[in-house]
Every structure is written in C-alpha cells, then in structure tokens.
C-alpha cells in the first residue's frame, strides 16, 4: 500500500512541480518550444477555467463534479489496497488519482487548471496537457486494457470448458 500511496504523491507533486515553475514564468515567453523535444512538444501556459477545452467554465460543476469523482475514486483506491494482488489494477487507480487530485487541487486552489505542453503531431497540437492529465489517461488505459484481458480470459475458459480454480 504505501508504495503505492508514495508512487502516486510522487507524481501528483511532480505534476505541481511543473506547474509552479511554469506559472512563475512571464506569459509573452509561451507558447515556445521544449529544447530537448527536437519541435515535439511545445510549452504554453494555459488556464482551464472549465472542464476540457473549456467546458462550463464558471459554473460551480467544474469543483463539485472532479471533487466527487475524486473521492470515489479515492474511496475505490483505499479498498483495492486492503486486497491481497490485483496489481494492475492497484497501478491503475494510483495513476489516476495522482491525476485527479493535482488537477482538483489547481481547481480549488487556483480557480483553474494549469495546462502546460502540446505534443506537436497531428490533431494533438491543438490539446494543451498537463502530466495529471496524462496520469488520468494512463490509468483509464491501465485499467481498461486490465478489464479487457480478464474478459478474454473467462472467454477462453469457458471456451474450452476449464474453470479456474481458486
């Protein structure tokens, strides 16, 4: 368990982090390229009032609805790390809540996320990210891919006629 909890307090400071040294920056220096990204990602700083791309900005749903997902998610996590396995799945809620909590945090903090880097390919150059929300989709990914391969698995069980034994 608290390789986990460290694990995701780690990322969610470090998504913090990003965000502090970004907001002490003058806004005439953005958006500007990453150095070391060799024109892959861009630097930017924005600020989402709303949910993404700016969704209901102003309403009051913007702090009550990441708040409350938060906490279930957060509930969710505490019961998965009294359960003896279930790694994936442990890994997968730690990703996202590191996500959801440095975002909710900006949120009642700030009154905004921080969104700093665009990835320059394609359709992604107009999606300004943070690390949260990448936390946030690695963990839905984790956790979908994890859910998609326990289905298989009783689909081939049962299949071939084999129950699993316990």
Known sequence: ???????GTTLTFLDQAFKARIEKEEKGT??????????????YQNHNEGFSFGILKGSRAV??????VTSAFAGAW????????RILEKLALTLTLAGGVSNLYDRMKRGYVVDYFSFQWKALKKVVF???????????FL????TAAGFLKDL???LYGKTEEK
């Open 63 to 68: 702090q009550l609805v990441p708040l409350c």
């Open 1 to 7: 368990m608290f390789g986990f909890l460290t694990f």
């Open 130 to 140: 943070n690390l949260g929300d990448l936390f946030i989709f690695a963990g839905a």
């Open 30 to 43: 953005f958006p500007r390229e990453l150095a070391i990204s060799k024109g892959k990602i861009k630097l």
């Open 78 to 85: 505490a019961y998965l790390m009294g359960t003896r396995g």
């Open 143 to 146: 956790m979908a891919a994890g």
């Open 156 to 158: 081939i069980m049962d």
